[in-house]
């Protein structure tokens, strides 16, 4: 099993910076794909970012693409999501999610994650 642990997340005015953080335990984390969701209220969960086990690789939602960056570090067991130039609608609960490794490193669907933290609570006012 994989605990994984988010946080970092606060209230921040637009086009402030926020970093989100990651801490799994229970597995080595550079075994395991991990990406980042969020979601707003009375909203579906949406994919933010991916990034393979070694980091060498990553993905973005188009909307956070340039602004939102993905990392990892494998000998802390952490990832990571600096989050610049936010704005109000990236307010959402920001996830943390990890899956085994497979055929690929790339998926955006939530079911592809078998992983999940707790969620840490993002805010980005006007």
């Known amino acids: 099993q994989v605990q994984l642990v988010e946080s970092g997340g606060g209230l921040v005015q637009a086009g402030g910076s926020l970093r989100l953080t990651c801490a799994a335990s229970?597995?080595?984390?550079?075994?395991?794909?991990m990406a980042w969701f969020r979601q707003a209220p009375g909203k579906e969960r949406d994919f933010v970012a991916a990034?393979?086990?070694?980091?060498?690789?990553?993905a973005y939602a188009e909307s956070v693409k340039g602004r939102f960056t993905i990392s990892r570090d494998n000998d802390k067991n952490t990832g990571y999501l600096q989050m610049n130039s936010l704005k109000p609608e990236d307010t959402a609960v920001y996830y943390c999610?990890?899956?085994?490794?497979?055929?690929?490193?790339?998926?955006?669907?939530?079911?592809?994650?078998?992983?999940w933290g707790q969620g840490t609570q993002v805010t980005v006012s006007s």
């Open positions: 999610a990890a899956r085994n490794l497979g055929s690929g490193w790339y998926t955006r669907y939530v079911s592809e994650y078998e992983y």
């Open positions: 990034i393979n086990w070694s980091g060498e690789s990553t």
């Open positions: 229970g597995r080595t984390f550079g075994s395991l794909h």
